[in-house]
């Protein structure tokens, strides 16, 4: 079992930049990844990372977002930057054990609001 948990969440105005961390208790899975929960919508990812492939993004966030991690420490990070409002909503961190497995852990979640 690998319990994850996010934070660096807050509020910012458009333009601006965050970064998430996501902790996982015991190690660092090599399928992790990072999904947006906008106001109203469903769950999508915008992130994920891999051990053996270069980290992939959602369109909406390319060449804004990045995705990285230090397995020394156990963390998993999302660097946001260029804000947009429509990037507002929940973040939320999970972890898979294969790469074509489901995302069977997750975290709860940090709040990010983006205000124009």
């Known amino acids: 079992q690998v319990q994850l948990e996010e934070s660096g969440g807050g509020s910012v105005q458009a333009g601006g930049s965050l970064r998430l961390s996501c902790a996982a208790s015991?190690?660092?899975?090599?399928?992790m990844g990072w999904f947006h929960q906008a106001p109203g919508k469903e769950r999508e990812g915008v992130a994920h990372?891999?051990?053996?492939?270069?980290?992939t993004y959602a369109d909406s966030v390319k060449g804004r977002f990045t995705i990285s991690r230090d397995k020394d420490k156990k963390i998993l990070y999302l660097l946001m930057n260029s804000l947009k409002p429509e990037d507002t909503g929940m973040y939320y961190c999970?972890?898979?054990?294969?790469?074509?497995?489901?995302?069977?852990?997750w975290g709860q979640g940090t709040q990010v609001t983006v205000s124009s």
């Open positions: 999970a972890a898979r054990t294969c790469y074509s497995c489901t995302y069977d852990y």
């Open positions: 015991e190690f660092t899975p090599d399928y």
């Open positions: 990372i891999y051990s053996i492939a270069s980290p």
